[in-house]
């Protein structure tokens, strides 16, 4: 019976520090994803500018 609460920790804060590797994957990812489509956007607007004389 000893066994039962080290099963329950390991359980539980196996699923809290895999929940939180997930949201700090998850939002790699967005930020990666925003921060290339405002490069793309920024590049964008910078050709398409009106020409130099």
Same mark, same amino acid.
């Given at each position: 019976?000893?066994?039962?609460?080290? =099963?329950?920790?390991?359980?539980?804060?196996? =699923?809290? =520090?895999g929940?939180?590797?997930?949201?700090?994957? *998850?939002? $790699? &990812?967005?930020? +990666? *994803?925003? &921060? #290339?489509? *405002?490069?793309? +956007?920024?590049a #964008?607007? &910078? $050709?398409?500018?009106?020409? #130099?004389?």
């Amino acid at each position: 019976m000893g066994n039962f609460g080290w =099963i329950e920790i390991v359980l539980f804060y196996g =699923i809290a =520090i895999g929940f939180g590797v997930w949201q700090f994957w *998850k939002m $790699d &990812r967005m930020l +990666k *994803k925003t &921060r #290339a489509e *405002k490069a793309a +956007k920024e590049a #964008a607007e &910078r $050709d398409s500018g009106p020409p #130099a004389a």
